[in-house]
Protein backbone atom coordinates (compact mmCIF):
# COMPACT_ATOMS: atom_id res chain seq x y z
CA UNK A 1 0.00 0.00 0.00
CA UNK A 2 2.45 2.40 0.78
CA UNK A 3 4.54 1.45 -2.11
CA UNK A 4 1.84 2.08 -4.66
CA UNK A 5 1.45 5.66 -2.66
CA UNK A 6 5.24 6.33 -2.91
CA UNK A 7 4.82 5.19 -7.03
CA UNK A 8 1.84 7.41 -7.22
CA UNK A 9 3.59 10.53 -5.45
CA UNK A 10 6.93 10.02 -7.74
CA UNK A 11 5.17 9.37 -10.84
CA UNK A 12 3.07 13.11 -10.45
CA UNK A 13 6.06 14.82 -9.03
CA UNK A 14 7.87 15.45 -12.54
CA UNK A 15 4.80 16.28 -14.32
CA UNK A 16 4.69 19.25 -11.68
CA UNK A 17 8.35 19.94 -12.00
CA UNK A 18 8.32 20.27 -15.43
CA UNK A 19 5.11 22.71 -15.39
CA UNK A 20 7.40 24.86 -13.00
CA UNK A 21 10.46 24.25 -14.89
CA UNK A 22 9.03 25.67 -18.20
CA UNK A 23 7.60 28.65 -16.04
CA UNK A 24 11.14 29.28 -14.76
CA UNK A 25 12.37 28.95 -18.45
CA UNK A 26 9.98 31.25 -19.79
CA UNK A 27 10.01 33.91 -17.23
CA UNK A 28 13.79 33.70 -17.30
CA UNK A 29 13.76 33.99 -21.21
CA UNK A 30 11.30 37.15 -21.33
CA UNK A 31 12.79 39.16 -18.55
CA UNK A 32 17.01 38.29 -18.85
CA UNK A 33 18.22 41.16 -20.72
CA UNK A 34 16.17 43.53 -18.53
CA UNK A 35 16.91 41.83 -15.08
CA UNK A 36 20.53 41.74 -16.15
CA UNK A 37 20.99 45.58 -16.44
CA UNK A 38 18.72 46.40 -13.48
CA UNK A 39 20.42 43.90 -11.36
CA UNK A 40 23.66 45.44 -11.86
CA UNK A 41 23.07 48.43 -11.56
CA UNK A 42 21.02 47.92 -8.61
CA UNK A 43 24.52 46.01 -7.05
CA UNK A 44 26.49 49.16 -7.43
CA UNK A 45 23.70 51.28 -6.39
CA UNK A 46 23.50 49.48 -3.15
CA UNK A 47 26.32 51.59 -2.04
CA UNK A 48 25.45 54.55 -3.73
CA UNK A 49 25.93 57.06 -0.77
CA UNK A 50 29.26 55.35 0.59
CA UNK A 51 30.04 55.84 -3.49
CA UNK A 52 29.11 59.48 -3.53
CA UNK A 53 31.13 60.32 -0.45
CA UNK A 54 34.11 58.73 -1.09
CA UNK A 55 34.30 60.62 -3.87
CA UNK A 56 33.90 63.85 -2.28
CA UNK A 57 34.96 63.10 1.26
CA UNK A 58 35.70 67.19 1.85
CA UNK A 59 31.94 67.82 2.00
CA UNK A 60 31.43 65.16 4.71
CA UNK A 61 34.33 64.01 6.67
CA UNK A 62 36.31 66.76 9.46
CA UNK A 63 39.15 66.59 11.03
CA UNK A 64 38.35 65.67 15.16
CA UNK A 65 39.94 68.56 17.23
CA UNK A 66 40.56 68.81 20.55
CA UNK A 67 37.88 71.37 21.65
CA UNK A 68 34.25 70.25 21.79
CA UNK A 69 31.37 70.69 18.56
CA UNK A 70 29.82 73.73 18.47
CA UNK A 71 26.11 73.48 19.82
CA UNK A 72 23.53 73.15 17.14
CA UNK A 73 21.57 76.71 18.02
CA UNK A 74 25.50 78.16 17.40
CA UNK A 75 25.78 76.37 14.06
CA UNK A 76 22.42 77.58 12.53
CA UNK A 77 23.30 81.42 13.39
CA UNK A 78 26.49 80.91 11.41
CA UNK A 79 24.49 79.29 8.80
CA UNK A 80 21.64 81.71 8.58
CA UNK A 81 24.20 84.10 7.89
CA UNK A 82 25.79 82.94 5.42
CA UNK A 83 23.14 80.38 3.46
CA UNK A 84 20.56 82.02 1.25
CA UNK A 85 17.62 80.68 1.85
CA UNK A 86 15.43 79.38 4.48
CA UNK A 87 16.22 76.97 6.96
CA UNK A 88 14.49 73.50 8.13
CA UNK A 89 16.31 71.40 10.01
CA UNK A 90 19.65 70.14 10.76
CA UNK A 91 21.01 66.83 11.01
CA UNK A 92 23.66 65.91 13.65
CA UNK A 93 26.10 63.31 13.33
CA UNK A 94 27.27 61.06 16.38
CA UNK A 95 30.56 60.72 14.33
CA UNK A 96 33.28 63.41 15.48
CA UNK A 97 35.06 63.36 12.19
CA UNK A 98 31.59 63.57 10.27
CA UNK A 99 29.99 66.63 8.93
CA UNK A 100 26.33 68.00 10.48
CA UNK A 101 24.08 68.95 7.88
CA UNK A 102 21.53 72.13 7.47
CA UNK A 103 18.53 71.70 6.14
CA UNK A 104 17.13 74.48 3.74
CA UNK A 105 15.46 75.42 1.11
CA UNK A 106 16.65 77.82 -1.56
CA UNK A 107 14.62 81.55 -2.75
CA UNK A 108 12.07 80.96 -4.72
CA UNK A 109 13.65 82.34 -8.31
CA UNK A 110 16.05 79.31 -7.91
CA UNK A 111 13.18 76.51 -6.56
CA UNK A 112 12.50 75.99 -10.60
CA UNK A 113 16.19 75.14 -10.91
CA UNK A 114 16.39 70.93 -11.17
CA UNK A 115 18.33 70.24 -8.02
CA UNK A 116 20.05 67.03 -6.55
CA UNK A 117 20.32 63.69 -8.83
CA UNK A 118 18.40 65.42 -11.65
CA UNK A 119 20.34 67.73 -11.85
CA UNK A 120 22.82 65.86 -14.09
CA UNK A 121 19.85 65.53 -16.71
CA UNK A 122 19.82 67.74 -19.55
CA UNK A 123 16.44 70.08 -19.01
CA UNK A 124 13.71 67.46 -18.00
CA UNK A 125 10.66 68.20 -19.51
CA UNK A 126 7.72 69.67 -16.94
CA UNK A 127 5.75 66.02 -16.55
CA UNK A 128 9.20 64.45 -15.85
CA UNK A 129 9.38 66.60 -12.59
CA UNK A 130 5.76 66.32 -11.88
CA UNK A 131 6.37 62.22 -11.56
CA UNK A 132 9.93 63.05 -9.83
CA UNK A 133 7.44 64.55 -7.06
CA UNK A 134 4.73 61.69 -7.23
CA UNK A 135 7.35 58.78 -6.77
CA UNK A 136 9.03 61.00 -3.89
CA UNK A 137 5.30 60.91 -2.24
CA UNK A 138 5.04 57.34 -2.80
CA UNK A 139 9.04 56.17 -1.88
CA UNK A 140 8.24 55.70 2.01
CA UNK A 141 4.65 53.67 1.09
CA UNK A 142 3.31 56.68 2.34
CA UNK A 143 1.35 57.44 -0.74
CA UNK A 144 -1.89 56.73 -1.41
CA UNK A 145 -3.34 56.79 -4.78
CA UNK A 146 -2.66 58.42 -7.73
CA UNK A 147 -5.31 61.10 -7.49
CA UNK A 148 -4.10 61.85 -4.20
CA UNK A 149 -0.80 62.32 -4.70
CA UNK A 150 -1.83 64.58 -7.70
CA UNK A 151 -4.00 66.65 -4.86
CA UNK A 152 -0.49 66.61 -2.60
CA UNK A 153 1.67 67.94 -6.24
CA UNK A 154 -1.30 71.28 -6.27
CA UNK A 155 -1.06 72.19 -2.56
CA UNK A 156 2.95 71.75 -2.32
CA UNK A 157 3.22 74.53 -5.53
CA UNK A 158 6.80 75.05 -6.68
CA UNK A 159 9.31 71.86 -6.99
CA UNK A 160 10.58 72.82 -3.48
CA UNK A 161 7.46 71.93 -1.49
CA UNK A 162 5.83 69.50 -0.58
CA UNK A 163 7.16 66.22 0.14
CA UNK A 164 10.79 66.87 -2.31
CA UNK A 165 14.24 66.78 0.29
CA UNK A 166 15.43 69.91 1.12
CA UNK A 167 18.27 70.68 -0.04
CA UNK A 168 21.88 70.00 2.46
CA UNK A 169 24.68 72.18 3.18
CA UNK A 170 27.43 70.45 4.92
CA UNK A 171 28.95 72.57 7.96
CA UNK A 172 31.99 71.77 9.77
CA UNK A 173 30.82 71.03 13.52
CA UNK A 174 33.91 72.56 14.87
CA UNK A 175 34.51 75.92 12.90
CA UNK A 176 31.18 76.26 11.65
CA UNK A 177 32.40 76.61 8.14
CA UNK A 178 30.40 75.62 5.01
CA UNK A 179 31.34 72.93 3.78
CA UNK A 180 29.32 72.93 0.27
CA UNK A 181 25.74 71.73 -0.76
CA UNK A 182 26.41 68.07 -2.41
CA UNK A 183 23.69 68.50 -4.75
CA UNK A 184 25.29 71.86 -6.40
CA UNK A 185 28.97 70.42 -6.75
CA UNK A 186 28.40 67.38 -8.44
CA UNK A 187 31.37 65.14 -8.94
CA UNK A 188 31.83 63.06 -12.06
CA UNK A 189 31.09 59.68 -9.69
CA UNK A 190 27.91 60.93 -8.57
CA UNK A 191 27.09 62.05 -12.51
CA UNK A 192 28.24 57.97 -12.86
CA UNK A 193 25.94 57.24 -9.90
CA UNK A 194 22.96 59.07 -11.23
CA UNK A 195 23.00 57.17 -14.39
CA UNK A 196 23.17 54.14 -12.78
CA UNK A 197 19.91 54.89 -11.09
CA UNK A 198 18.33 56.12 -14.25
CA UNK A 199 19.18 52.73 -15.90
CA UNK A 200 17.93 51.00 -12.84
CA UNK A 201 14.65 52.70 -13.11
CA UNK A 202 14.32 53.74 -16.44
CA UNK A 203 16.20 52.13 -18.72
CA UNK A 204 18.04 55.65 -18.89
CA UNK A 205 14.32 56.18 -21.83
CA UNK A 206 14.13 59.56 -19.05
CA UNK A 207 17.43 60.56 -21.32
CA UNK A 208 15.64 60.49 -25.14
CA UNK A 209 13.11 63.97 -25.22
CA UNK A 210 11.38 62.88 -28.11
CA UNK A 211 8.53 60.18 -26.96
CA UNK A 212 8.61 56.22 -28.22
CA UNK A 213 5.32 55.97 -28.26
CA UNK A 214 2.82 58.71 -28.73
CA UNK A 215 1.00 59.37 -25.34
CA UNK A 216 3.50 57.84 -23.17
CA UNK A 217 6.14 59.37 -21.67
CA UNK A 218 9.41 57.77 -21.80
CA UNK A 219 10.09 57.60 -18.35
CA UNK A 220 6.22 56.07 -17.35
CA UNK A 221 7.53 53.63 -20.46
CA UNK A 222 10.75 52.69 -18.95
CA UNK A 223 8.93 52.33 -15.47
CA UNK A 224 6.75 49.69 -17.25
CA UNK A 225 9.43 47.72 -18.31
CA UNK A 226 11.44 47.67 -15.53
CA UNK A 227 8.59 46.94 -13.58
CA UNK A 228 7.04 43.97 -15.66
CA UNK A 229 10.62 42.16 -15.68
CA UNK A 230 10.61 42.45 -11.96
CA UNK A 231 7.11 40.86 -11.88
CA UNK A 232 8.65 38.43 -13.88
CA UNK A 233 11.61 37.77 -11.65
CA UNK A 234 9.99 37.55 -8.79
CA UNK A 235 7.93 34.76 -10.46
CA UNK A 236 10.96 33.18 -11.45
CA UNK A 237 12.32 33.08 -7.96
CA UNK A 238 9.47 31.47 -6.68
CA UNK A 239 8.98 28.19 -9.33
CA UNK A 240 12.78 28.28 -9.26
CA UNK A 241 12.77 27.52 -5.28
CA UNK A 242 9.92 24.65 -6.28
CA UNK A 243 11.98 22.89 -8.47
CA UNK A 244 15.29 23.49 -6.86
CA UNK A 245 13.22 20.53 -3.93
CA UNK A 246 14.53 17.22 -5.25
CA UNK A 247 12.03 14.22 -5.74
CA UNK A 248 13.97 12.13 -2.74
CA UNK A 249 15.12 14.36 0.45
CA UNK A 250 18.43 12.37 -0.13
CA UNK A 251 19.36 14.51 -2.79
CA UNK A 252 18.73 17.64 -0.66
CA UNK A 253 22.59 17.79 -0.36
CA UNK A 254 23.67 18.25 -3.89
CA UNK A 255 21.51 21.40 -4.16
CA UNK A 256 23.24 22.86 -1.06
CA UNK A 257 27.10 22.98 -2.95
CA UNK A 258 28.79 23.25 -5.57
CA UNK A 259 30.62 20.81 -7.13
CA UNK A 260 34.15 22.52 -8.26
CA UNK A 261 35.67 19.29 -9.24
CA UNK A 262 32.84 18.91 -12.01
CA UNK A 263 32.63 19.39 -15.50
CA UNK A 264 32.44 23.04 -16.56
CA UNK A 265 28.45 22.54 -17.45
CA UNK A 266 28.13 20.70 -13.60
CA UNK A 267 29.62 23.81 -12.46
CA UNK A 268 27.43 26.12 -14.08
CA UNK A 269 24.26 24.19 -12.89
CA UNK A 270 25.34 24.43 -9.33
CA UNK A 271 26.25 28.08 -9.56
CA UNK A 272 22.59 28.58 -10.90
CA UNK A 273 20.73 26.56 -8.71
CA UNK A 274 22.86 26.58 -5.34
CA UNK A 275 23.30 30.53 -5.08
CA UNK A 276 20.00 31.12 -6.44
CA UNK A 277 18.70 28.85 -3.34
CA UNK A 278 20.53 30.47 -0.84
CA UNK A 279 20.14 34.36 -1.63
CA UNK A 280 16.21 33.88 -2.71
CA UNK A 281 14.61 35.19 0.31
CA UNK A 282 16.63 38.39 -0.56
CA UNK A 283 15.99 38.22 -3.98
CA UNK A 284 12.31 37.61 -3.43
CA UNK A 285 12.29 41.00 -1.55
CA UNK A 286 14.03 42.85 -3.88
CA UNK A 287 11.34 41.59 -6.59
CA UNK A 288 8.39 41.69 -4.57
CA UNK A 289 8.91 45.79 -3.47
CA UNK A 290 10.52 46.51 -7.14
CA UNK A 291 7.01 47.12 -8.67
CA UNK A 292 6.36 49.71 -5.99
CA UNK A 293 7.61 52.32 -8.09
CA UNK A 294 6.60 51.34 -11.79
CA UNK A 295 2.54 51.10 -11.27
CA UNK A 296 0.22 52.59 -9.20
CA UNK A 297 -2.30 49.84 -8.94
CA UNK A 298 0.69 47.71 -7.39
CA UNK A 299 1.17 50.33 -4.70
CA UNK A 300 -2.13 50.56 -4.02
CA UNK A 301 -2.30 46.61 -3.67
CA UNK A 302 0.95 47.23 -1.48
CA UNK A 303 -1.45 49.37 0.98
CA UNK A 304 -3.93 47.23 1.00
CA UNK A 305 -2.31 44.14 1.84
CA UNK A 306 -1.08 45.47 4.75
CA UNK A 307 -3.78 47.88 5.91
CA UNK A 308 -2.45 51.29 5.09
CA UNK A 309 -3.82 52.37 1.91
CA UNK A 310 -6.70 55.21 2.18
CA UNK A 311 -8.82 55.93 -0.58
CA UNK A 312 -8.69 59.29 -1.83
CA UNK A 313 -12.38 61.17 -1.85
CA UNK A 314 -13.95 60.80 -5.36
CA UNK A 315 -14.85 63.91 -7.62
CA UNK A 316 -17.42 66.10 -6.24
CA UNK A 317 -17.87 64.12 -2.83
CA UNK A 318 -16.71 66.45 0.42
CA UNK A 319 -12.67 65.72 1.11
CA UNK A 320 -12.56 63.35 4.40
CA UNK A 321 -11.80 65.19 7.72
CA UNK A 322 -8.02 65.39 8.16
CA UNK A 323 -6.34 64.33 11.43
CA UNK A 324 -5.61 67.32 13.80
CA UNK A 325 -2.11 68.02 13.44
CA UNK A 326 -0.33 68.71 16.97
CA UNK A 327 0.31 72.45 17.53
CA UNK A 328 2.41 74.46 19.96
CA UNK A 329 0.57 76.60 22.02
CA UNK A 330 1.67 79.87 21.65
CA UNK A 331 2.75 81.78 25.09
CA UNK A 332 2.92 85.55 23.51
CA UNK A 333 5.68 87.89 21.76
CA UNK A 334 7.35 87.57 25.41
CA UNK A 335 7.93 84.25 25.50
CA UNK A 336 10.95 82.80 22.74
CA UNK A 337 11.02 79.40 21.77
CA UNK A 338 13.13 76.77 23.14
CA UNK A 339 16.78 76.27 22.21
CA UNK A 340 17.49 73.63 20.11
CA UNK A 341 19.87 72.26 22.19
CA UNK A 342 17.29 72.02 25.41
CA UNK A 343 15.11 70.13 22.99
CA UNK A 344 17.78 67.62 22.46
CA UNK A 345 18.01 67.53 25.74
CA UNK A 346 14.60 66.45 26.53
CA UNK A 347 15.12 63.83 22.98
CA UNK A 348 18.37 62.41 24.58
CA UNK A 349 16.39 61.37 28.07
CA UNK A 350 12.94 59.57 25.76
CA UNK A 351 15.97 57.98 23.61
CA UNK A 352 19.37 56.83 25.75
CA UNK A 353 20.81 54.95 22.87
CA UNK A 354 24.03 56.80 21.06
CA UNK A 355 22.77 57.80 17.16
CA UNK A 356 22.42 60.53 15.04
CA UNK A 357 20.03 63.29 15.39
CA UNK A 358 17.39 65.10 12.80
CA UNK A 359 15.91 68.04 13.73
CA UNK A 360 12.83 69.52 11.67
CA UNK A 361 12.25 73.59 12.78
CA UNK A 362 9.29 74.44 13.79
CA UNK A 363 7.82 76.65 10.44
CA UNK A 364 5.35 79.19 12.28
CA UNK A 365 4.40 80.09 15.67
CA UNK A 366 2.13 77.75 16.60
CA UNK A 367 4.15 74.70 14.61
CA UNK A 368 5.57 72.29 16.64
CA UNK A 369 9.68 70.98 16.89
CA UNK A 370 10.23 67.22 15.03
CA UNK A 371 12.75 65.16 16.63
CA UNK A 372 13.97 62.02 14.93
CA UNK A 373 16.74 60.02 15.89
CA UNK A 374 18.49 57.07 14.27
CA UNK A 375 20.27 54.17 15.74
CA UNK A 376 23.69 53.35 14.54
CA UNK A 377 26.21 50.44 14.28
CA UNK A 378 26.61 47.07 11.82
CA UNK A 379 22.86 46.38 12.78
CA UNK A 380 21.22 49.28 13.36
CA UNK A 381 17.85 49.78 11.36
CA UNK A 382 17.63 52.19 9.06
CA UNK A 383 14.39 53.30 10.71
CA UNK A 384 14.07 56.09 13.25
CA UNK A 385 12.63 56.92 17.02
CA UNK A 386 10.16 60.25 16.83
CA UNK A 387 9.42 62.97 19.20
CA UNK A 388 6.83 66.11 18.16
CA UNK A 389 7.36 68.77 20.50
CA UNK A 390 6.02 72.19 21.68
CA UNK A 391 8.61 74.74 20.51
CA UNK A 392 8.07 76.69 23.62
CA UNK A 393 7.29 74.55 26.49
CA UNK A 394 8.77 71.43 25.03
CA UNK A 395 6.11 69.62 26.24
CA UNK A 396 6.54 65.91 24.41
CA UNK A 397 2.87 66.12 22.15
CA UNK A 398 3.60 62.49 20.26
CA UNK A 399 6.08 59.74 20.64
CA UNK A 400 6.75 57.22 18.18
CA UNK A 401 9.02 54.14 18.62
CA UNK A 402 8.77 52.25 15.37
CA UNK A 403 9.79 48.73 17.27
CA UNK A 404 6.16 49.47 18.72
CA UNK A 405 4.23 50.34 15.24
CA UNK A 406 1.81 47.39 13.98
CA UNK A 407 3.58 44.79 12.17
CA UNK A 408 1.97 45.35 8.91
CA UNK A 409 2.38 49.92 9.15
CA UNK A 410 6.33 48.66 9.90
CA UNK A 411 6.50 46.44 6.71
CA UNK A 412 4.23 48.94 4.69
CA UNK A 413 6.45 51.86 5.69
CA UNK A 414 9.48 49.97 5.26
CA UNK A 415 9.12 49.22 1.43
CA UNK A 416 12.17 51.30 0.44
CA UNK A 417 14.52 49.60 2.87
CA UNK A 418 13.67 46.17 1.76
CA UNK A 419 14.12 47.08 -1.44
CA UNK A 420 17.73 48.90 -1.19
CA UNK A 421 18.56 46.86 1.38
CA UNK A 422 19.44 48.89 4.33
CA UNK A 423 16.88 47.43 6.99
CA UNK A 424 19.67 46.34 9.44
CA UNK A 425 22.62 49.05 8.28
CA UNK A 426 25.91 47.92 6.68
CA UNK A 427 24.85 43.79 7.52
CA UNK A 428 21.87 44.01 5.65
CA UNK A 429 23.73 46.26 2.93
CA UNK A 430 26.25 43.31 2.18
CA UNK A 431 23.77 40.71 2.39
CA UNK A 432 21.83 42.69 -0.88
CA UNK A 433 25.40 43.29 -2.23
CA UNK A 434 26.26 39.97 -2.58
CA UNK A 435 22.35 38.57 -3.73
CA UNK A 436 22.42 41.44 -6.34
CA UNK A 437 25.72 40.02 -7.68
CA UNK A 438 24.18 36.26 -7.65
CA UNK A 439 20.90 37.95 -9.32
CA UNK A 440 23.03 39.28 -12.42
CA UNK A 441 24.39 36.25 -12.82
CA UNK A 442 20.98 34.13 -12.88
CA UNK A 443 20.17 35.30 -16.28
CA UNK A 444 23.76 34.24 -17.57
CA UNK A 445 24.19 31.21 -16.27
CA UNK A 446 20.52 29.96 -16.72
CA UNK A 447 20.50 30.59 -20.66
CA UNK A 448 23.77 29.42 -20.44
CA UNK A 449 21.68 25.79 -18.74
CA UNK A 450 19.58 26.03 -21.12
CA UNK A 451 21.59 26.62 -24.38
CA UNK A 452 23.33 23.09 -23.23
CA UNK A 453 19.79 21.34 -23.33
CA UNK A 454 19.11 22.69 -26.34
CA UNK A 455 22.44 20.70 -27.42
CA UNK A 456 21.50 17.71 -25.86
CA UNK A 457 17.74 17.37 -27.86
CA UNK A 458 19.49 18.22 -31.13
CA UNK A 459 22.03 15.50 -30.78
CA UNK A 460 19.30 12.77 -29.41
CA UNK A 461 17.13 13.80 -32.96
CA UNK A 462 19.43 12.00 -35.31
CA UNK A 463 19.40 8.78 -32.92
CA UNK A 464 16.49 8.24 -32.56
CA UNK A 465 15.79 8.15 -36.36
Known amino acids: MNKSKQITADSKWPKIRKFFNDLHLWFGLISGIVVLIVC ?3 TIYVYNTEIREAAAPHLFKVEKTSREAMTADDLLVAAKKQIKGKISGIR ?8 YAILYSKPKKEEGKPEGEGKSEKKPEKPESKNERKESLAENGEGKNKK ?3 QKEKKAGPPAGGRQRANQMMINPYTGELLGDPQEKETKTAAFMQKMFSLHRWLMLNEIEKPLIEGVENRKLGSWITGTATLLFTLGVISGIIIWFPQRLRGWKNGLKIKWSGKWKRINHDLHNTLGFYSCIILFLMGVTGPFWSFDWYRTGWQKTWGTYKEAPKEGAAPPKEEKKEESIYPGP ?3 PLRVNQLLAIADKEFVYPGDYMVSLASDSVATVSISKYKKGFFAPSTADRLILDQYSGKILKKEIFAEKPLNERISSSVKSLHVGDVYGPFTKLLYFISCLIATSLPV ?21
Request: proline share 5%.
Open 40 to 42: LTG
Open 92 to 99: ISEDPERA
Open 445 to 465: TGVMIWLNKMKKTKKKKPEMA
Open 148 to 150: EGQ
Open 334 to 336: EHA
